[in-house]
């Protein structure tokens, strides 16, 4: 079990919007950074979302993050045949003093 | 260019042991800290380690005492010492750069089987 839960699959059509849900603790999510990351089969995880709501350089807008006490959410807009993957939250745990991950939501564009 | 590259993977027998090395370039290395995250085939992310730029480090329960990660600055080089491996420690190994609330980049990984 992972201590992020996410659910396991999320869907929507093309142009339609979908969040992806990520909840945690006190010792993780309500006071670490949450940061998201998507992973296409065969090829290396790559950073969305860091400090809970901040895109690196290269992303496009269409993917946002925010956060509200022990829970985070990843939302994607305008959505592409391409953003079919796994998407993972992850966060450090105060606790673990360990970095822990969501078990991954799997994404289909219908 | 950040890049990462993992070496070190390959078949290993219940027990037995294998040095994973990461190396990094197009960045200052001995600035950042450095984690290995695994993924099983078919499974989730599964972080398990992480050094500092002080040289702390940290570990998943599920290595803690088996496995030993370090770091040599002037070979921009970071390494994961991996003992009395287990079958459920197959999976590919990334190396990953840690910034501010995240992990900005990754190696396409090394994969470690571990099988008799």
């Known amino acids: 079990q992972s201590v992020l839960t996410q659910p396991p699959s999320v869907s929507a059509a093309p142009g339609q919007r979908v969040t992806i849900s990520c909840s945690g603790s006190?010792?993780?999510?309500?006071?670490?950074?949450v940061s998201w990351y998507q992973k296409l089969p065969g090829i290396a995880p790559k950073l969305l979302i860091c400090e809970d709501n901040k895109r690196p350089s290269g992303i496009p807008d269409r993917f946002s993050g925010s956060k509200s006490g022990t829970s985070a959410t990843l939302g994607i807009t305008g959505l592409q045949t391409g953003d079919e993957a796994d998407y993972y939250c992850g966060a450090w745990d105060r606790s673990l003093s360990a970095g822990v991950f969501g078990g991954g939501t799997k994404l289909t564009v219908l | 260019e950040v890049q990462l590259v993992e070496s070190g993977g390959g078949l290993v027998q219940p027990g037995g042991s294998l040095r994973l090395s990461c190396a990094a370039s197009?960045?200052?290395?001995?600035?950042?800290?450095m984690h290995w995250v695994r993924q099983v085939t078919g499974k989730g992310l599964e972080w398990v380690s992480v050094i500092n730029t002080a040289g702390d480090t940290y570990y998943a329960d599920s290595v803690k005492g088996r496995f030993t990660i370090s770091r040599e600055n002037a070979k921009n080089s970071l390494y994961l010492q991996m003992n009395a491996l287990r079958a459920d420690d197959t999976a590919v190994y990334h190396c990953?750069?840690?910034?501010?609330?995240?992990?900005?980049?990754w190696g396409q990984g090394t994969v470690v089987t571990v099988s008799s």
């Open positions: 990953t750069r840690g910034v501010t609330g995240g992990l900005d980049s």
């Open positions: 197009g960045f200052t290395f001995s600035t950042y800290d």
């Open positions: 006190s010792a993780n999510i309500g006071s670490e950074y």
